[in-house]
């Protein structure tokens, strides 16, 4: 997402390459670039020229600020206008009430039941005790899809198969998490294929019903500036508390992101990417607005890896590395970790200057999968002593784990390599306290 709008917004900054300083000839050059990269990206015209004429205005402005080169002055103040076109700050969800009930809408085909999951996930880590409620009583997979869901999670679904009345369901579901202790109740709603009079009637009903503390409105980032209208058009009749944007991963252009908050004044709370139900992530409009022009996003990247941090194995494995015992299975251990950080793309975008480098670079997620291969063809014995792997051992990994004498021998030269590297690192202080 986004590459597009950023190899445009990078080639208009490029105008003022050389030059001194800020000047209305070189400000009007880049405004019209930025202008066209933003209308490329599916963001509605008069938003489009509403936010270049505000650059326009603070960027004429700055041309005291000598000191500063006028291409980095741009990107800060586009950076700046960027955050507030998406909202700002970030925007919390109400986790308050107890019981807190949380009311899912949006189209069929948007994500909303993946999404729910994913919601149900992430609070789950915040020591609460959700239950996600299947109140979409016209899909046929519906139901058991939220099911599987759960189960996946370790969160309890509430569902009632012969009963066809969703409000009825979703006040049944209420009372049960309240008998149970169930704090957060998600309730999941039905859809449409297009925004229709039945469906807002029912969505309205069921949220006058059960009075939710919040209503979240899913939607497809790569429906585009379709994604906004629909949005308008729900607000319009629920007045819902936060937008969700969903398949970030896809092939889009990014306009729903930018001009969402702007036209329903609703902030973006949360965006999705993939079906993993680990892919879910608070939206900070400052972050997403240092992504976009290829800034990187080091505090999200800090941030995953703190949530795989384990104290106490990195206390080992740091006495390991000292004594100079890293083996294999330790390094599989920190395979599974950054596995478990997400998409290994996406987590190097977020280092500055890496996320270019590598966008036209196929990195797949299964990219450890040779070398798990090769660990997982050794005995436990080899895996604890490295030295052991002789040539005929060799031989036999590569038969074992499908890969050729060259890839095993080539993961091998790594491994010591790294180990060499990591005793260094040692060496010189890094990593102890």
Do not use: W
């Amino acid at each position: 997402m986004f590459e597009n709008l950023q190899d445009k917004l990078e080639g208009a900054f490029k105008n003022l390459k050389g030059q001194g300083k800020l000047t209305e000839l070189n400000i009007a050059a880049t405004i019209k670039d930025i202008r066209r990269a933003l209308v490329d990206a599916d963001v509605n015209y008069k938003i489009a020229k509403e936010f270049t004429d505000t650059i326009k205005d603070k960027a004429l402005g700055q041309n005291v600020l000598t000191a500063v080169a006028p291409g980095q002055l741009m990107v800060k103040i586009v950076s700046d206008e960027l955050t507030q076109l998406m909202g700002g700050n970030v925007a919390e969800l109400n986790l308050k009430t107890n019981p807190t009930v949380i009311l899912i809408a949006g189209l069929q085909g948007s994500g909303k039941t993946t999404f729910s999951g994913k919601l149900a996930n992430h609070i789950k880590k915040l020591n609460k005790t959700p239950l996600l409620v299947a109140c979409d009583v016209y899909r046929p997979a519906a139901i058991e899809q939220l099911r599987v869901l759960g189960e996946q999670i370790g969160v309890e679904v509430y569902s009632e198969i012969e009963n066809k009345n969703p409000v009825a369901i979703a006040q049944n579901a209420i009372a049960y998490a309240k008998s149970k202790g169930q704090n957060v109740i998600i309730v999941d709603t039905a859809g449409r294929l297009a925004v229709d009079e039945a469906m807002m009637i029912e969505i309205a009903d069921v949220k006058k019903a059960i009075q939710p503390q919040e209503t979240l409105f899913v939607v497809d980032a790569m429906t585009g500036q379709d994604a906004v209208n629909t949005a308008k058009a729900f607000n319009d009749r629920i007045n819902f508390d936060g937008v969700v944007l969903t398949k970030l991963d896809g092939d889009t252009r990014g306009g729903a992101a930018l001009s969402i908050k702007y036209t329903v004044e609703k902030p973006i709370k949360f965006v999705s990417r993939g079906e993993k139900l680990d892919t879910l992530d608070i939206f900070y409009p400052e972050r997403m607005s240092q992504r976009i022009l290829g800034m990187g996003d080091i505090v999200s990247f800090v941030e995953k890896a703190q949530e795989q941090f384990d104290e106490k194995e990195a206390q080992r494995l740091q006495k390991r590395i000292s004594k100079n015992q890293f083996d294999f299975e330790d390094f599989l251990q920190q395979i599974n970790q950054i596995r478990k950080m997400g998409n290994i793309k996406d987590l190097l975008g977020m280092i500055p200057g890496v996320g270019k480098a590598v966008k036209d670079i196929d990195i797949d997620d299964n990219a450890f999968k040779k070398i798990e291969a090769i660990i997982f063809s050794m005995t436990v014995e080899e895996r604890r002593n490295p030295d052991l792997i002789n040539g005929k051992r060799r031989e036999r990994l590569a038969k074992g784990s499908g890969n050729t004498i060259q890839d095993v021998n080539q993961f091998i030269k790594q491994f010591d390599q790294m180990k060499v590297m990591m005793k260094r690192m040692q060496g010189m202080g890094m990593g102890k306290k």
